[in-house]
């Protein structure tokens, strides 16, 4: 963390240079320091457009120097989940392995790269927040750029404390007086930290009508009303010392968002997962990238997100995040024909192995299932393989209103639960399957002839089991299924269901030569690494990096 959780100044001439090209360019206004870095506005935009540069980041040194590995968002929130087998060979990057059984240690380069990740947001947030209070220029510029400052420093928190617990938390730039001295937060103190960040960022922000085009990407009133609302969600779940927030809270989060006017369902979901359609109605906030020269970081604005998940035979991908045959059943329980079903599968086994209208070519032992990711499938390879300029969707329309109907069902108004659930699913089936499903066409004329997804009329236990469903069919593959099987309180048993029982041998997935990766041990490991959240749930954590232990004095997570 000495090197992690520091002051970002020199760099502050790089991410001006290299920001995010999609929503801002701005030119270099001479010779610039840490004394009069913030003099006009323009640099305190460059600022906020380095932070948002750090959700970019996807491997490489930092400006530090400090090496900082692969950390995607479907590596915690899917592989970790009953959705997602780690995919590519066997062989090809094991640490997932340990990852997925809880058998990793503080001491592996895998343990440390989300927590680079996150305190190098954390830090350039910091020393946005320390200098654009004082500033002379512009007030109205000034305030919305530390509303997105605060925005973005509770989503590098969320961003840690989902995968850490507790962690030191840092409110301005750390000096060198500081090192050694700040002690792990308890857990409810960062979920404190965060809700006041973005609150603070609710009154700052803009709505996103009222965010010019050329800006668009940046964090609104709806991204930090509905971040604060998962985040809540996560804190209800999770933490044992929480005796303030309650699902009215993400009940009135959510419902600010719906009556705000601002969102609103795609009409057809399969639109969702082209590049074309970035940035639609329906989304809250996502990371923007673009084309660049390099897919070296600092220079580059491309993600490896989709090559790390493309299909190895083709040469569009490694291979990884494959969905599990889990997942496909899910589709099919006492549902017809889900257009949604083609938008998260495609293989050899699933549409007669059709990718854009091609029929593809697969190898079963270079996936962890028989199926590849469709949500993260390219029309075609990037010219630059390591740096697509596709966004990642964080937040998008239908999960806010997924949560307010779970929010809704908590406090009592059942009818309100069904309408919000019923929405999401009525658009679902009247949507098609997804681009090119159909050989030989590059368009969205395939869908079925006749959907059986029904509005749901019950009520009690078994309407809350329908929303918790419908958000896995909804939101598969799209790195939340840990998350929301942790907040309650299912995790372990699911897993251990389907990653250990289901694939036992003689079992449905353990037969034959492609029987399934069991993982007898995951359930007891996993609880060992675990911290105790409300009615007994175990909430387990990933292990804090040796080195930060050592330096920093930290207690370790449990078990490592």
């Known amino acids: ?75 915690m929130g899917d592989i970790r989940s009953d959705d997602s087998e780690k995919g590519s060979n066997d062989g090809d990057y094991g640490a997932m392995w340990e990852m997925l059984e809880f058998t990793m240690t503080p001491q592996i380069g895998f343990s440390s790269d989300f927590w680079i990740h996150g305190y190098w947001g954390v830090s350039r947030a910091n020393y946005a927040l320390d200098n654009l209070p004082d500033v002379s220029w512009d007030p109205a510029v000034r305030d919305r750029l530390i509303g997105e400052a605060s925005f973005l420093r509770a989503y590098f928190y969320w961003y840690l404390v989902r995968l850490y617990g507790g962690v030191p938390l840092f409110t301005s730039s750390v000096n060198p007086s500081d090192f050694g001295k700040v002690q792990r937060a308890s857990l409810n103190e960062c979920y404190a930290l965060m809700a006041e960040d973005l609150k603070k960022a609710i009154e700052l922000l803009p709505e996103r009508s009222a965010v010019p085009l050329a800006e668009t990407g940046r964090a609104t009133k709806g991204a930090a009303r509905s971040l604060l609302a998962r985040i809540y969600m996560y804190q209800i779940g999770t933490d044992i010392q929480n005796t303030t927030v309650t699902w009215q809270d993400v009940y009135d989060l959510t419902n600010d968002v719906i009556t705000s006017g601002e969102y609103r369902l795609v009409p057809n979901y399969a639109t969702l997962w082209e590049i074309e359609n970035e940035n639609s109605e329906e989304s809250v906030f996502e990371i923007q990238f673009g084309v660049g020269a390099t897919d070296q970081a600092p220079g580059s604005i491309g993600t490896n997100c989709y090559n790390f998940q493309g299909n190895r035979k083709d040469d569009s991908g490694w291979g990884f995040n494959n969905p599990t045959p889990d997942l496909f059943e899910a589709y099919n329980a006492g549902v017809t024909n889900d257009p949604r079903q083609s938008c998260v599968f495609y293989g050899e086994k699933f549409n007669n192995g059709i990718l854009y209208g091609e029929k593809k070519k697969y190898e079963r032992s270079e996936q962890g299932s028989d199926w590849l990711n469709r949500k993260a499938a390219l029309p075609e390879k990037p010219a630059q393989a390591k740096a697509s300029d596709r966004n990642i969707i964080v937040i998008r329309y239908a999960d806010v209103l997924l949560m307010h109907a779970e929010a809704a069902y908590y406090i009592g108004n059942i009818g309100e639960a069904q309408d919000k659930l019923n929405q999401v699913r009525a658009r679902a089936r ?51 299924r840990f998350y929301d099987l942790v907040r309650t309180g299912r995790y372990f048993e699911v ?8 694939r036992a041998p003689g079992q449905e997935y353990g037969l034959g030569d492609k029987a399934y990766k069991q993982f007898p041990n995951l359930k007891a490991n996993g609880i060992a690494k675990s911290i105790l959240g409300p009615n007994g749930h175990h909430v387990p954590l990933m292990p804090i990096p040796q080195t930060e232990v050592q330096a920093w004095g930290l207690e370790q997570n449990p078990g490592y």
């Open 430 to 480: 009247n949507s098609t399957y997804c681009m090119g499903y159909a050989e030989g066409k590059m368009d969205y004329s395939a869908a079925p002839a006749s959907v059986n997804l029904p509005d749901i009329t019950s009520s009690g236990e078994q309407l809350l089991q329908a929303i918790w469903h419908e958000r896995r069919l909804e939101l598969a593959m799209e790195a939340l």
């Open 1 to 75: 963390m000495k090197k992690t959780i520091n002051i970002f100044i020199a760099a502050l001439l790089v991410f001006a240079l290299s920001g995010c090209e999609k929503f801002l360019d701005l030119d270099p206004q001479g010779s610039e320091n840490s004394g009069n870095f913030f003099n006009n506005k323009e640099n305190g935009t460059r600022a906020i457009i380095g932070i948002y540069d750090m959700l970019q980041l996807d491997e490489g040194a930092g400006p530090d120097g400090q090496w900082m590995g692969h950390h995607h968002d479907f590596f």
């Open 495 to 502: 897993m251990d269901n389907e990653k250990n029982l289901r």
